[in-house]
């Protein structure tokens, strides 16, 4: 006797109980390994369960190029596009129905274009699949729109880029950097461009002092008592440098005699300079989109841990990696 389950409970159920992409997708193929089914259409036709692993199997070779992160960025980097998945979280639709549900919203266009430039990229970026003449939100769209809620990003980024912005908004997330440390990540060519971009569009700010000669202390013990004045201007010199304009107002003396000590105290090699070159740092915005960017990166990995899980698994068993168990298991009830 076949024991009817209602997939979509237990799907929501192993989602509901788990954050993690990978952990939902083990414990998906351990539900259908104590599945009985009638006939492997069956499983493809009607069961939740199955279609999310299928999903997670077809998406392999996708999340393991290097640039699935730049498609996926650059899919949602389009407010019509954002509107779709929208739509798809309510329910599945057919480009019929997006056309009504982007009129209401404000946007007119025909159902081609809604089919190829707006519902295109994100089935290429999986996070949209069709089935039969709808379209509907995968597992992992659905996860993607979850931290797009969460961050509420109104990302001004450029569409169709090679995202060296936000490969800057990462580098710049735990400290500033200058332009030199930067250059590291994306060609120089790029890279001014880049950060004026950011500059521009609020999320990256430059150092307000450019590139001045900053001041030190050394380590060495003075030989002889300091004059008062000198003692002053040393000791207000920062741990991490300043500039002779910053210790002038400090000290409360003039530039002309605030370099004049500084002399004094680099003689006794008290004191040394170094140039300091203008760093870039972020803004709240910025460093709000530069976690945005973190948890999709996180997100990314979780699913590329789900997929390798499923593919492994059907080499060890030997299964189709495309294809329900035709040789599953009896279900037991007590055991879920």
């Not at 299928?54 to 190029?65: A, I």
């Not at 200058?178 to 060609?187: C, G, M, P, Q, R």
């Not at 430059?206 to 000669?213: A, C, D, E, L, W």
């Not at 090699?269 to 803004?283: A, D, I, S």
């Amino acid at each position: 006797m076949v024991l009817e389950i209602d997939s979509s409970q237990w799907l929501s159920k192993i989602v509901n109980n788990n954050s993690e992409l990978a952990e939902i997708v083990k414990q998906a193929d351990s539900i259908c390994r104590y599945c009985e089914s009638i006939s492997p259409m069956i499983c493809i036709e009607r069961c939740d369960v199955w279609k999310v692993k299928n999903e997670f199997l077809e998406m392999n070779k996708m999340l393991c190029r290097r640039d699935h992160i730049h498609d996926l960025l650059n899919a949602i980097k389009n407010d019509r596009r954002q509107k779709v998945v929208e739509a798809l979280s309510e329910r599945p639709r057919s480009i019929n129905g997006l056309q009504g549900y982007l009129k209401s919203r404000g946007y007119c266009h025909s159902q081609r274009t809604i089919a190829s430039e707006y519902v295109g990229p994100l089935v290429k970026a999986s996070l949209v699949k069709r089935d039969g003449d709808k379209y509907r939100l995968t597992l992992y769209g659905q996860k993607f729109l979850n931290i797009l809620n969460r961050f509420n990003v109104k990302n001004p980024l450029p569409p169709h880029s090679r995202c060296y912005e936000e490969i800057l908004l990462k580098k710049l997330k735990d400290e500033s950097k200058s332009y030199a440390d930067l250059v590291e990540s994306v060609n120089q060519k790029s890279l001014s461009r880049s950060l004026r971009r950011l500059t521009e569009g609020g999320l990256v700010t430059k150092s307000k002092t450019p590139n001045y000669v900053f001041y030190f202390r050394t380590k060495k013990v003075a030989k002889k008592a300091l004059s008062p004045t000198e003692k002053k201007v040393y000791e207000s010199i920062l741990e991490g440098g300043i500039s002779a304009r910053e210790l002038s107002k400090k000290v409360g003396i003039n530039l002309r005699r605030t370099y004049k000590y500084l002399r004094k105290l680099r003689k006794s090699r008290l004191v040394f300079n170094r140039k300091r070159p203008r760093t870039y740092e972020l803004t709240p915005s910025g460093m709000e989109l530069a976690d945005f960017l973190e948890e999709t990166a996180n997100l990314v990995l979780d699913a590329s841990k789900a997929s390798a899980f499923l593919l492994e698994d059907s080499k060890r068993t030997g299964e189709s990696p495309l294809l329900p168990e035709l040789s599953p298991r009896p279900l037991r009830q007590s055991t879920l």
